[in-house]
T-cell receptor, first 113, second 117 residues
Framework: KQEVTQIPAALSVPEGENLVLNCSFT??????LQWFRQDPGKGLTSLLL?????REQTSGRLNASLDKSSGRSTLYIAASQPGDSATYLC????????????FGKGNQVVVIP | DGGITQSPKYLFRKEGQNVTLSCEQN?????MYWYRQDPGQGLRLIYY???????QKGDIAEGYSVSREKKESFPLTVTSAQKNPTAFYLC????????????????FGAGSRLTVL
C-alpha cells in the first residue's frame, strides 16, 4: 500500500530564508507527484507536477525534485515571503489498486515578517 | 476560464437531514473525485468516478452517495447515516485516472464546509 509522509508537520521561518519541505513515499512505482498549496478554508492549488521520468520541475521561486528510487521529493521555496504562509501537500499517483492517488497530511508553513 | 465550481461554500445541516453538495467542471475531464478533509487527518477519498454512469467507493464511502449522470457534474449527498459529517469537502477532477502522463493530475474546487447543528 502506498503511503505518503510529510515531515515536519509544521514549521516557522523568518522572511527571506529558504524553505525546504520533504515528502516521502513507500512505493517507487509512481506515475507522477504533485505539490499543492492550501490556504486556510480554501481548496488546493497545484504548484508543480513531476512526472516519474523527470528529476525536477521549477516555477519561479519554487523548485521540486524527485528521487523515485529513494521515494523522496523535496519542495524548495527560495527567499520566503509572508505570502508563502500556507499548508503544502504532496500527492503521488500510482498504477495499482482502486484508489490510485495518495496524499500526505501536509507541511503547515508560517513565514514570520 | 476552465475550472471546478463547488456550491454551496457553507452549508448547515440539522441532524437527520440529507444534504447535497454540488460539483461542476468545465475542463472536459473524465475523472472526478470527492475528498473529505478533517484537521490533522489529511484528505480522505469518499467516492470517485472515471466515466459517466460509473463510480467507485473510496476509503470512507459509508453514509455518502454520488451520481454521475453527466460528464460535467458529480454531486455528493451526505445522508443521515453519516454520523460525523461536519468537515470540509473537496471536489477534484483529472483528465483520466487509468494511467499515463495525465493519470490523476488533479484540479480542485474551492471546497464546501458542512456543519451539523
Amino acid at each position: 500500500k502506498q503511503e505518503v509522509t510529510q515531515i515536519p508537520a509544521a514549521l516557522s521561518v523568518p522572511e527571506g530564508e529558504n524553505l525546504v519541505l520533504n515528502c516521502s513515499f513507500t512505493d517507487s512505482a509512481i506515475y507522477n507527484l504533485q505539490w499543492f498549496r492550501q490556504d486556510p478554508g480554501k481548496g488546493l492549488t497545484s504548484l508543480l507536477l513531476i512526472q516519474s521520468s523527470q528529476r525536477e520541475q521549477t516555477s519561479g521561486r519554487l523548485n521540486a525534485s524527485l528521487d523515485k528510487s529513494s521515494g523522496r521529493s523535496t519542495l524548495y521555496i527560495a527567499a520566503s515571503q509572508p505570502g508563502d504562509s500556507a499548508t503544502y501537500l504532496c500527492a503521488v499517483s500510482f498504477p495499482y489498486g482502486n484508489n490510485r492517488l495518495a496524499f500526505g497530511k501536509g507541511n503547515q508553513v508560517v513565514v514570520i515578517p | 476560464d476552465g475550472g471546478i465550481t463547488q456550491s454551496p461554500k457553507y452549508l448547515f445541516r440539522k441532524e437527520g437531514q440529507n444534504v447535497t453538495l454540488s460539483c461542476e467542471q468545465n475542463l472536459n475531464h473524465d475523472a472526478m473525485y470527492w475528498y473529505r478533509q478533517d484537521p490533522g487527518q489529511g484528505l480522505r477519498l469518499i467516492y470517485y468516478s472515471q466515466i459517466v454512469n460509473d463510480f467507485q467507493k473510496g476509503d470512507i464511502a459509508e453514509g455518502y452517495s454520488v451520481s454521475r449522470e453527466k460528464k460535467e457534474s458529480f454531486p455528493l449527498t451526505v445522508t443521515s447515516a453519516q454520523k460525523n459529517p461536519t468537515a470540509f469537502y473537496l471536489c477534484a477532477s483529472s483528465p483520466h485516472s487509468t494511467g499515463g502522463l495525465g493519470a490523476n493530475v488533479l484540479t480542485f474546487g474551492a471546497g464546501s464546509r458542512l456543519t451539523v447543528l
